[in-house]
């Protein structure tokens, strides 16, 4: 039986990986963010990426460069991908927004919807329910939203303001972008030659009710790797998982 979503999900993404990722020295002195390994699992998070991308039916990639390219370009080019990859570089800094703009530029069907994620997310869930989830609510642009567990135990109280639990490292109960996109085809239109994205796309999109947001699916896993402790934390995660 044919699959009528099958369609109208994306076959394209961009990954933007041009950030100096300056919170994790020293793995960045020489590689940029995207570049740096997940500890046992002798692939950078950009290779991670790439092998999900696929798995999820992407077919091209189009890679946003910027710190230390070249390091990137390389290891490509060495590799045995599973999707086809181009890579863009930034002549001058466009920030966040026109970088996408950018990068969006390269794909090959400018015609058809896209995805999109920041190149230092670890992360595993469907992107074909995302895109189904998308194309259901007739958005120009969806948001993955995660919650992210707090690095601090959190104390619960009563009425009386006696401590009644302890919780260790607890969700938030605030929602925030997980930094994986579906776009539709006139999204890229609507980003800045240069700017930020955030600041202006997605609040203009907010106000006309065209920008949703995907709550990760229980249990799935996500993490930014913002910092050497979160390089620790999801090594160790990844071992538990493949217990």
Request: hydrophobic residues 40%; negative net charge; charged residues 20%.
């Amino acid at each position: 039986m044919t699959d009528p979503h099958a369609a109208s999900r994306p076959t394209q993404a961009v990954i933007l990986a041009g950030g100096q990722g300056s919170r994790l020295r020293p793995y960045t002195d020489d590689r940029p963010k995207p570049m740096v390994e997940i500890p046992g699992t002798g692939t950078p998070i950009i290779g991670h990426q790439l092998g999900w991308l696929a798995e999820e039916g992407v077919t091209d990639v189009v890679i946003s460069c910027g710190h230390l390219a070249e390091v990137l370009q390389d290891w490509l080019n060495s590799a045995d991908l599973p999707v086809k990859v181009t890579t863009v570089v930034e002549t001058e800094p466009l920030g966040r927004g026109g970088g996408l703009k950018y990068a969006a530029a390269h794909l090959p069907h400018p015609d058809r919807p896209w995805y999109a994620t920041n190149g230092d997310i670890w992360t595993r869930f469907s992107l074909r329910e995302m895109a189904d989830f998308h194309t259901e609510r007739d958005a120009i642009a969806t948001l993955a939203l995660a919650r992210p567990r707090i690095p601090w135990g959190a104390v619960q109280t009563d009425g009386f303001g006696h401590i009644t639990d302890f919780i260790e490292a607890p969700p938030t109960t605030y929602e925030i972008n997980a930094g994986v996109y579906v776009f539709s085809p006139a999204f890229a239109g609507l980003l800045p030659e240069r700017g930020d994205h955030e600041r202006t796309t997605f609040p203009h999109l907010a106000r006309e009710r065209r920008l949703a947001g995907f709550p990760l699916p229980q249990g799935a896993y996500w993490r930014a790797i913002d910092t050497a402790k979160d390089l620790t934390e999801a090594a160790k995660e990844l071992a538990a998982l493949s217990r």
